[in-house]
Structures are given as C-alpha cells and as structure tokens.
C-alpha cells in the first residue's frame, strides 16, 4: 500500500501516485528484446557507481510507452511518470504546493512523480523530455548524476534517492532535431535507446494480441491484415506504420462493424457480446477515415 503522505522536515507531504497498466494477460509485449536489454543493463548498480539513466528516442506511437510499462513490470517496481511539455516548471519537478482540502490547512505540499519515486525507489519516467524548457530542467542533473539528490526550495530539503531508484525518459527523435535538450542534461541521459518501428511480422502479432475478435476465423483476418499492408503501401509507400497507427485502423474497423450491427434507434457504447464479422468493406471505411487523402 503505497501512503498518501510522509514527513519531510517535519512537514507533511503528499505523494505523486504510480500508474499501474491495465494490461490484459493475452496482451503481451511483441518484441523489443534488444531494447528492453539495453535499458535493464543501464540499470544495473555497480557500487559506487549509480544506475545509468537510458533516453528513448523514437516516432510517435512507435512503443516507447509500452517498453516503459513492461520493464516496471518485469523490474516490479513502482513507475511514477512525468508529462513533459512546455509550463513545467523547476516545481513541478520537485514539490509543489496547492489550496488544501483541509480546513485546518492553508497549502498542502506535494511531491513530484520524480521526488517520490526517489523517496519510495520505484521508476521515474520522464516522457517527452525534449518539451521542458532549459531552466525546469536544472534540477535535475544533481538526480542523473552520481549526486543522486534533489533540492526542494519550497520544503528547504535535499531528498536523497533510495538504492531502489531507477531513472528514464523519452522522446520523440524531431524534438531533438533542434537541439531542445540542453548540453547539461543531454549527456547524463545515456545509453540513448533507438526505438525504431516494429517489423510487419510483429505488428500483425500486435493487432492479433489486442483484438482476439481477428483471430477466428484466421483466413479471413489474414485476409484483411494483408489488405491493410496493401492500402497503407499505395497511400504511404515506404514509411511504415506505427503499432498506434494500426491499432487504431483495426480498432476503428471493429467499431464500424458494431456500429453498423446496432439495433435502430440504439445508441452503442460497448462492443456487443456477440458481434459480427469484418469485412473488407469496413476495413477500408476505416482506412480512408484514418489515413485518406483530405479531398
Ligand atoms: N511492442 C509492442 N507490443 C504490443 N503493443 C505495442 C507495442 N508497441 C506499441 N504497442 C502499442 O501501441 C500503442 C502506441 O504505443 P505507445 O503509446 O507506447 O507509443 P509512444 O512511442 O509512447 O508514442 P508517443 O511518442 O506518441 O508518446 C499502445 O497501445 C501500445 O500498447
Ligand atoms: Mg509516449
């Protein structure tokens, strides 16, 4: 059970909350062996010598998320993540402060998804780092480096890490492009992780893990997955699709289906206990609506 709050200075504090994924057994992870290595090698301890801190770079929707998630759970771990993007500040990636819902209290203290997994030694991930500006940025380089610390103006504290934590960040390789991540930062990030696009043998594998629906029976999903190879090639040609890209093609496809199945009159908002099957026709409904040329 993870506290609502802890004492820091004899002040009392609230956490950050971990996300936990609601990941369906049968919704494995495809692939990412190589990347998954080379983040969990980062994140061996050697005495003296602190964990590493790995940077994901790669397209949007490509699986860096993903890869995050299953490496708090194979490492089983807490996992507090950070939104980056452009109005954070120093606090936010500290401790802030906001009106209390107690009325014995003015302000509560509340510490940033970095500072509590330091404090509870779980996984901070900092997603779309290259979106924070140089100056929220400054606190962190005494957390990437061996200094393992993080200074709070507010509570007048230096929260020092537990052994347990374990760092990364992500981002999206054009952020990068205009070199938004400043020299000071951008070299304690390291190993610099590519996360490229899966192969087309992998992303079918994603689109039958999320919709076991595809599975049965198999000539006929067969059938509309090479179909979709087919119309992404002639509208995208060489540049592949992400697995968000395709999972929201097939998921859209199902939604046409049911949508179409639904009694008259009927507004649906859950797939049916026994919807119908697919055919090509909804496959490329949902293409020209996802990735057709505007007229
Ligand atoms: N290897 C994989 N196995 C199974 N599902 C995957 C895999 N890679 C990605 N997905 C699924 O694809 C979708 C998009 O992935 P995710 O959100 O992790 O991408 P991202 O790189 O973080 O994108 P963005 O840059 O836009 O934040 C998610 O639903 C995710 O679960
Ligand atoms: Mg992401």
Request: charged letters at 30%; glycine letters at 6%; one cysteine or more.
């Amino acid at each position: 059970m993870i506290p609502a709050t802890v004492k820091l200075n004899s002040k009392s504090v609230f956490l950050s909350q971990p996300y936990q994924p609601a990941l369906a057994d049968t919704d494995e992870l495809v692939g990412r062996l190589d990347e998954s290595r080379d983040v969990l090698a980062a994140w061996v301890a050697q005495p003296r010598f602190p964990r590493l801190c790995p940077l994901l770079v790669g397209d949007a929707g490509v699986g860096k998320n993903r890869l995050v998630y299953e490496l708090a759970r194979y490492t089983d771990k807490e996992l507090y993540i950070l939104q980056g993007h452009e109005d954070v500040t120093a606090e936010d990636l500290t401790c802030a402060v906001r009106f209390s819902d107690d009325a014995e209290r003015k302000m509560d203290y509340v510490l940033s998804p970095l500072a509590t997994a330091m404090l509870r030694g779980g996984i901070c991930f900092i997603d779309e780092i290259g979106k924070l500006r140089p100056r929220a940025l400054a606190p962190l380089a005494s957390v990437l480096d061996e200094r393992r610390y993080l200074d709070s103006v507010l509570l007048g504290e230096r929260i020092h890490a537990h052994r347990g934590f374990a760092f990364i960040a992500a981002t999206n390789g054009s952020d990068l492009v205009g070199g938004t991540l400043p020299e000071f930062i951008g070299s304690r990030l390291r190993p610099v992780i590519e996360v490229g696009y899966p192969s087309r043998a992998e992303i079918d594998e994603i689109v039958r893990r999320r919709f076991p629906r595809l599975e049965r029976p198999a000539p006929a999903s067969d059938r509309l997955i090479s179909r979709f190879w087919q119309l992404w090639r002639d509208e995208r040609g060489d540049q592949p699709p992400s697995p968000r890209d395709t999972l929201y093609l097939f998921g859209l496809m199902l939604n046409l289906v049911d949508a179409e199945g639904a009694p008259p009159g009927e507004v649906l908002l859950e797939a049916p206990a026994a919807p119908a099957p697919p055919d090509m026709r909804h496959l490329e409904a949902a293409f020209r609506r996802l990735f057709g040329r505007k007229e």
